[in-house]
């Protein structure tokens, strides 16, 4: 692991507390049936844009390395940025599990997304930014730092909170007070200002997926799709992965792929290329 230290950064929400709060909750969160489906639909999105293996890839705010290590396995080239060292620490630990081929393709950096090119460089196949921007004040800056460090013709991936449908999660659990209240809330929750407690106990965000379009697209990419993500599990709270987990996956990704679900789903995916 690489460690050129993290400087803090003004754009993050509140910085530090949430990356303490996060890192022992997101592994738990990953394991369920939410996690699962989340991670699989994300992987199966990028193998269908990402050019074929071999290529590198940087994955700005790669966590615990989910899919560090699927795209390692398939022969990427897979870099992780983050700034948060416990989170570092455990996609070490899961990394001493894997095959040594594995291991070799992954490599950590300890830093913001906002420093990558100067941590980095550019030129990358890949780029992937997924269950970052929530965190962040002001998405802009970090969607140019994508675009910037991502190679002519590369593919950026970026997964974010749907702000335009918060109320649904609330709703299908029957907390009637905190739909209303979701409801009322929705012209300012599509400009990203509302805040909401999510299931690890943080505060985040959300933002309209058109608007993060529509700023990936300023910054000189060209929208290739849009995928929905969680529109008929995410009010399933932390129940586990059942035998029909791969029904469950297809049933998920064929609904996100396609209007009016993808629209209402807790997440949006959106794949972008970087224009030449
Ligand atoms: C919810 S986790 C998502 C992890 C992984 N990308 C995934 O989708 O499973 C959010 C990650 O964003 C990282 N993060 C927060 N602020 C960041 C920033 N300014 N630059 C890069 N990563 C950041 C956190 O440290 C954490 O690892």
Do not use: F
Not at 35 to 44: H, M, S
Not at 152 to 166: E, M, P, R, W
């Amino acid at each position: 692991m690489t460690a050129p230290g993290a400087r803090p950064n003004d754009n993050s929400w509140v910085r530090g507390a949430v990356d303490r709060a996060l890192a022992p909750g997101y592994q738990a969160h990953t394991a369920t049936l939410r996690g699962a489906v989340r991670q699989r639909l994300v992987t199966r999105a990028l193998l269908t844009h990402l050019p074929t293996p071999p290529g590198r890839i940087l994955d700005v705010g790669g966590g615990e390395g989910t899919q560090a290590r699927a795209l390692a396995r398939l022969g990427y080239e897979v870099t992780i940025c983050d700034p948060d060292p416990e989170m570092l620490r455990q996609a070490d630990e899961r990394l001493s599990g894997a095959d040594a081929a594995v291991r070799d393709r992954i490599t950590l950096v300890h830093g913001d997304g906002h420093d990558a090119a100067s941590l980095v460089g550019g030129g990358w196949d890949g780029v992937l930014c997924h269950g970052v921007l929530m965190y962040l004040t002001d998405p802009a800056a970090l969607l140019h730092v994508l675009a910037d460090v991502t190679g002519a013709g590369g593919v950026i991936s970026v997964v974010g909170k749907n702000a335009t449908a918060l109320a649904l999660r609330a709703g299908l659990q029957g907390r009637w007070r905190d739909t209303l209240s979701l409801l009322d809330e929705e012209p300012r929750a599509a400009a990203g200002t509302v805040t909401e407690i999510g299931n690890l106990g943080v505060p985040s965000r959300g933002d309209d997926p058109h608007q993060i379009r529509d700023l990936l697209s300023a910054a000189g990419t060209e929208p290739l799709a849009w995928y929905g993500i969680r529109v008929l599990t995410d009010h399933l709270g932390d129940t586990p992965p059942g035998p029909d987990l791969d029904t469950v996956v297809e049933a998920e990704w064929r609904a996100g792929e396609r209007d009016p679900y993808r629209q209402v789903a807790r997440l949006y995916h959106l794949i972008h290329r970087r224009r030449p």
